[in-house]
């Protein structure tokens, strides 16, 4: 056991979770399992969490700081930020064409579908703004009218639902306010108070980068003392990620054991209802989530950095990509992907302590990918047919939403009100797929860590040839 590779041991602890997780429900002890096992996974999710923000504020200081040419800088910016928006939008596309092609809605009963569209129209009638997409018309219909009583207790149930509309709330605060309010939330106004909250993360990259800017215009008698001391913090930092590291297999299989319980209780029958009821959407998703990590990404970094194997690829990123699905964070893996990249795909570490704390923060092609085949496939669900300049429209807007979404609590749902909003549907509809967001999330995360160390592959190339330039 001793010498497999870690992230085969945290693959063993993952699956050994989720075996336990089943187990633990059919005998009974699934309250147990929460209070007994679960409390350490969420002891390693705080570890991780504890060395995120002070890792990427060093980290970046040090990268900084080591530039010999502070021009390189934004250099390596805006290209770093074109890959995220490229990637960005090669997700969403993938994500349309999936849902386009399968058609996960269709699948649903006729039923279903009518009861859901009534619903849909009796929205449509009672929302100011808003007008019917297409000339279907069932509440008109008579051959519908069965439906009627039931659709009007959906579309009620939507309303009464408290987490939903205060979701909903938070995306029409955002949507009034000033297109440039995220320049505004990038620039903090207590950096203490940043750092005591991970989910301001692009305050604390902005801070980082402003400081390691500074010290390379002040003298160097005096800068060097405060360079020596960032990078000796930096490195010790990095050797708490490998002390923890070497508990994750255990800490996994507590994670994925408290959730699962979490999830099913005492019935199991739980959960296979759950994907049962969304099972193709479910499938819909994994599948366009497996042609990013598995066919998208790759082909950018053979494109790119052609010595680059897929199996070196892979195997390099295993560790980082394991512990993305057991968190369900990005930012909590960011530690482990910046070893990971530095480490196994030799990517400079001024390239990664710049370019991934970035993307744990605005790169979110799993969350895009998720929320454009979540509303196509609402749209079906109900009936409602969106044509190509409304797919285009959910192109434009969960891209736009990407990128200002990322310091905001449960930025995903946030970002999804928002499409559907755009689009004109209800917004109360994310109620529908809450059943099995959570498994999901776990998946859209680890395309999240690989879009990551894949860009961070892309800059560390490009940083290496103008090295090679420089030098001849």
Known sequence: MKKLPLHIKILIGLVLGILWAVLSSHMGWSQFTYDWINPFGVIFINLLKLIAVPL????????????????????????????????????VTVGLSVVNIMRPGDYVSEEVRSVNRISYELWTLETDGVERMDDKDFLNDPTKAQYLAEAKEILAAHGENEFVQQKVENAQSRKSESPLQL????????????????????????FALFFGITLLMVPGEIASPVIAVVGGINEVFMKMVDIIMRGAP???????????????????????????????????????????????????????????????FFRGMGKAQTLAFSSSSSVATLPVTMECVNDNLGVPKEVTS????????????????????????????????????????????????????????????????MVLQSVGL????????????????????????????????????????????SST
């Open 354 to 417: 710049f370019v991934l704390p970035i993307g744990a923060t605005v790169n979110m092609d799993g969350t895009s990918l998720y929320i454009s085949i979540a509303v196509v496939f609402l749209a079906q669900f109900h009936y409602v047919d969106l044509t190509l300049a409304q797919q285009l429209t959910i192109v434009l807007t969960a891209t736009l939403a990407s990128i200002g979404a990322s310091a905001v609590p449960s930025a995903g749902l946030i970002m999804m009100i």
């Open 426 to 469: 209800n917004p109360a509809w994310i109620a529908i797929i809450f059943p099995v967001d959570r498994i999901l999330d776990m998946c859209r995360t680890v395309v999240n860590v690989t879009g990551d160390a894949t860009v961070s592959a892309v800059i560390g190339k490009w940083v290496s040839k103008q090295d090679s330039k």
């Open 250 to 312: 255990f800490f996994v299989f507590a994670l994925l054991a408290g959730k699962i319980s979490e999830m099913a209780g005492d019935e199991p029958s739980l959960v296979y209802e759950i994907f049962l009821g969304l099972g193709s959407y479910s499938i819909a998703v994994i599948l366009g989530l497996a042609i990013m990590v598995f066919g998208i990404y790759p082909w950018i970094v053979r494109l790119f950095v052609p010595k680059m194997t897929y199996r070196k």
């Open 56 to 91: 990427v504020l060093f980290s970046i200081i040090k990268g900084v700081a080591d530039l010999s040419d502070i021009s390189r800088l934004g250099s390596m910016g805006y290209k770093t930020l074109f890959m995220y928006l490229l990637t960005t939008i090669m997700a």
């Open 183 to 206: 320049l505004i939330d990038v620039v903090p106004d207590n950096v203490f108070f940043s750092l005591a909250n991970n989910t301001f993360m692009l305050q604390i990259i902005f």
